[in-house]
């Protein structure tokens, strides 16, 4: 089954930069699989961070927009959330996801990695 595990969360001062990863397997692949961040604030709904498709586009939140990018390594099946110029309304439990477009890129949910920016 798919699974999705994500890593490299924690605490920074704002302005600073954070690089999250995720690791795919169960059968997610670059091919069949778009990918994407989500995040959730306390008290807030969840929303789309970042999305990479199979043909490489890219989409993202006017928030995080030249501040966030979005990246994947098919060889060893890890995708990755370059976070920079962080900011306190960065704040939130960060999730990795992958599913077909109708899906939005996310049929299938990661567990989450804390994001804290002070």
């Known amino acids: 089954h798919v699974q999705l595990v994500e890593s490299g969360g924690g605490t920074v001062r704002a302005g600073g930069s954070l690089r999250l990863s995720c690791s795919a397997s169960?059968?997610?692949?670059?091919?069949?699989?778009?990918m994407g961040w989500f995040r959730q604030a306390t008290g807030k709904e969840r929303e789309v961070v970042a999305r990479?498709?199979?043909?490489?586009?890219?989409h993202y939140a006017d928030s995080v927009q030249g501040r966030f990018a979005i990246s994947r390594v098919d060889a060893n099946n890890t995708l990755y959330l370059q976070m920079d110029h962080l900011k306190p309304e960065d704040t939130a439990m960060y999730f990795c996801?992958?599913?077909?477009?109708?899906?939005?890129?996310?049929?299938?949910w990661g567990q989450g990695t804390q994001v804290t920016v002070s």
């Open positions: 996801t992958a599913g077909s477009e109708v899906s939005g890129c996310s049929g299938y």
């Open positions: 169960g059968g997610v692949t670059y091919s069949k699989h778009c």
């Open positions: 990479i498709y199979s043909d490489g586009r890219t």
